[in-house]
T-cell receptor
Framework: DAGVIQSPRHEVTEMGQEVTLRCKPI?????LFWYRQTMMRGLELLIY????????DSGMPEDRFSAKMPNASFSTLKIQPSEPRDSAVYFC??????????????FGPGTRLTVL | GQSLEQPSEVTAVEGAIVQINCTYQ??????LSWYQQHDGGAPTFLSY????GLEETGRFSSFLSRSDSYGYLLLQELQMKDSASYFC??????????????FGRGTSLIVHP
């Protein structure tokens, strides 16, 4: 398997623009996670899906952020409008399932977002 | 709320042994994991402890004491390539039965020749 795939790897945009990040989880994995990593705040969970259903979105910072998982092999994280403070590395991760014994998360390479 | 504490930085020399500690406060605790992240890379899974005791995987071992809300990652025979950030993570249960992963701020390990 190719692992978790994210695109784009780098994104530079201007404040106010819409940004869409994409993720393809590992085939057969039922749980998908979106994280944001910054020096100031570390690695933060934004939202977590199980079987394509959002289970917990308490980490989504505000209404400008939205995430979807239309099918088992694709998810998007959208920021509209983007702001400079959204600059971070966004990781997508997947795991076999939500049970604690299916704990290991496989991370994608991340998308480095810069909002000017 | 949930919180994890780990040292921000640890330094050691090649060939040595180093221990990275993690203490946590969380309700509904369901195991402690460790991840490694090299600069510019993605976190990669190292180990998971659900029960008290030591888990060994090659040069790396991980320990958990649930009564002390404490765990550590032990790295033996350090190599230069072990220079990276190490994160402890817990999963806690939220109402509704979901298990939410929370990561510590990470410990930067610097290995000197």
């Amino acid at each position: 398997d190719a692992g978790v795939i994210q695109s784009p790897r780098h994104e530079v945009t201007e404040m106010g623009q819409e940004v869409t990040l994409r993720c393809k989880p590992i085939s057969g994995h039922n749980s998908l996670f979106w994280y944001r990593q910054t020096m100031m705040r570390g690695l933060e969970l934004l939202i977590y899906f199980n079987n394509n259903v959002p289970i917990d979105d308490s980490g989504m910072p505000e209404d400008r952020f939205s995430a979807k998982m239309p099918n088992a092999s694709f998810s998007t994280l959208k920021i509209q409008p983007s702001e400079p403070r959204d600059s971070a590395v966004y990781f997508c991760a997947s795991s076999l399932g939500p049970m604690v014994q299916e704990n290991e998360q496989f991370f994608g390479p991340g998308t480095r977002l810069t909002v000017l | 709320g949930q919180s994890l504490e780990q040292p921000s930085e640890v330094t050691a020399v090649e060939g040595a042994i180093v221990q990275i500690n993690c203490t946590y406060q969380t309700s509904g605790f369901y195991g402690l994991s460790w991840y490694q992240q090299h600069d510019g890379g993605a976190p990669t899974f190292l180990s998971y402890n659900a029960l008290d005791g030591l888990e060994e995987t090659g040069r790396f071992s991980s320990f958990l004491s649930r009564s002390d809300s404490y765990g550590y990652l032990l790295l033996q025979e350090l190599q230069m390539k072990d220079s990276a950030s190490y994160f402890c993570a817990v999963r806690f249960s939220r109402a509704g039965g979901s298990y939410i992963p929370t990561f510590g701020r990470g410990t930067s390990l610097i290995v000197h020749p």
